[in-house]
């Protein structure tokens, strides 16, 4: 473990040591400009232009100049010896011209010194001591997201930070409907939707209800705004931060988050999607069958509902190119995935570049137990099953087939992924290297986020980071 924390850090490592390296050259030249050395004019040795005298004649110098009696002459004339050439002398300027230069190498010093300190001393670590005592409190755990991680007492469930601080008290509700089984929701944007009697409101990371629970259904904040619906006299639309509602979409059925700064909506009684801007205007209008939100300035739209094309169009609603399948998803790394019905219920996905070019041909299967809908890219990959339904895979973003040698295989999230080999979980880099040892208890969906991921051993749940430090060795 310490060598692959050495191994992890030779960059940094490198940095401290060339600073070093230049702090000693340039404070050598300092050195070498504040003591210069002159010559005695009487017997020739080398004298600091700091001595009062020569301490081997005892010819007094002055004004960094040697002086002696002229040895042609009986009276008191003087004989000048100037310092030696290519010697600084004018000190007090040259430290004055320096001195910011100087200061700064003294703070990365410092700097260096310390980083260099707390890195061989695990202050790296994302393990706290509270947050190893505060693991064992708890009935259940989730991962952190802006710091914050949802947590379990008594059927109740409340929030804390990494030094293992409850900061939100868990007295919210279990709530299933519309979360994909999860209990609350990850914060995002410093605020976390809640739910107390049925009602939904916002907290922040200080346990302060910023918007009160008042709602019948809201969406997390995305772009600085959230869904919400049947609050205070039938309100429907968006609210921003501070809870004011500042878009009413009372003429729509369903409204998306916001994303590149466009949102889906959809009206039942014209059976038919456009978008809307963050001023609430239909930029591009109700005129399709479906439609899929914008990534990267590009969206997904179908005009016919029992047609196979499906356009892509910019954020004016432009037609860009059309490409024909069953599905098809916007994904980041400026890809979108297609998907076409094989013999059974089952799609079989691919993947098209903004072009409409197929990057990766459309013979894979969503990964198991994720129902039809397939992973968008994360850290480069996304995982697939094999044509013939047999075993995971992970896929670059050119098609090509990596990491296979494991038995399951965990999304990659922080750049690092969940697998198993043997019955056990560990987890692997971004170049496949089995940073954490298959050791864990496997857990269904466990992820790095904020540097740490829930595992389970002995029966115990806790943390890991990325080093490998968990809050359950430190106990047991």
Not at 19 to 37: D, E, G, H, K
Not at 99 to 113: C, N, T, W
Not at 218 to 246: H, M, P, T, W
Not at 439 to 458: E, H, M, R
């Amino acid at each position: 473990m310490v060598l692959n924390r050495i191994v992890g850090g030779d960059f940094f490592l490198a940095i401290v040591l060339l600073c070093y390296v230049f702090c000693f050259y340039r404070f050598n030249r300092l050195i070498n400009a504040v003591m210069a050395l002159i010559k005695c004019s009487k017997c020739g040795n080398m004298v600091s232009d700091k001595a009062s005298s020569c301490p081997k004649c005892g010819t007094p110098i002055i004004n960094n100049k040697s002086y002696c009696k002229n040895a042609d002459t009986n009276n008191d004339k003087l004989k000048i010896e100037e310092p030696l050439k290519n010697k600084r002398t004018n000190t007090t300027s040259f430290i004055g011209r320096h001195f910011f230069l100087y200061a700064a190498l003294i703070v990365v010093l410092v700097v260096g010194f310390i980083g260099t300190w707390r890195f061989f001393n695990n202050d790296n670590s994302s393990i706290s001591t509270g947050l190893i005592a505060a693991t064992h409190r708890y009935d259940e755990i989730r991962e952190f997201h802006e710091g914050m991680a949802a947590v379990c007492k008594n059927g109740m469930w409340g929030y804390i930070d990494k030094q293992g601080k409850e900061c939100i008290p868990c007295i919210y509700n279990y709530v299933d409907e519309g979360l994909g089984g999860e209990p609350l929701r990850n914060f995002h944007e410093g605020l976390v939707a809640v739910c107390e009697n049925d009602k939904w409101g916002f907290v922040d990371k200080k346990g302060k209800q910023v918007i009160p629970c008042k709602y019948g259904l809201v969406e997390d904040f995305s772009e600085g705004l959230a869904f919400a619906k049947n609050g205070d006299n039938g309100f429907v639309g968006y609210i921003d931060r501070l809870g004011n509602q500042v878009i009413s979409c009372e003429e729509y059925n369903l409204c998306g988050s916001f994303c590149d700064g466009f949102a889906t909506v959809y009206s039942v009684h014209q059976n038919r999607h456009g978008y809307i801007d963050k001023t609430g205007r239909e930029i591009v209008p109700l005129k399709y069958s479906n439609a899929i939100p914008f990534s990267e300035g590009l969206a997904a739209v179908k005009i016919d509902i029992y047609s196979d094309e499906w356009t892509i169009i910019d954020t004016k609603g432009n037609p860009i190119f059309s490409y024909r399948c069953d599905e098809i998803k916007s994904c980041s790394n400026g890809m979108f995935a297609v998907g076409t019905y094989s013999g059974t219920n089952d799609i079989l996905w691919g993947f098209i570049d903004k072009t409409g070019r197929e990057v990766v041909p459309l013979k894979y299967y969503t990964y198991w137990n994720e129902g039809n809908e397939i992973e968008d890219f994360s850290n480069g990959f996304v995982r697939v099953w094999s044509e013939n339904n047999s075993c995971c895979k992970f896929l670059d973003t050119k098609g090509n087939i990596r990491f296979e040698e494991y038995e399951a295989m965990g999304p990659f999230s922080d750049g690092m992924a969940a697998v198993s080999r043997d019955g056990k979980l560990g987890f692997i880099d971004v170049t496949g290297k089995e940073i954490i040892p298959c050791k864990y208890t496997p857990i269904n969906n466990t992820y790095f986020s904020d540097g740490l991921a829930v595992i389970s051993l002995y029966g115990q749940i806790g943390f890991v980071d990325k080093y490998g430090k968990d809050t359950i060795g430190d106990v047991n």
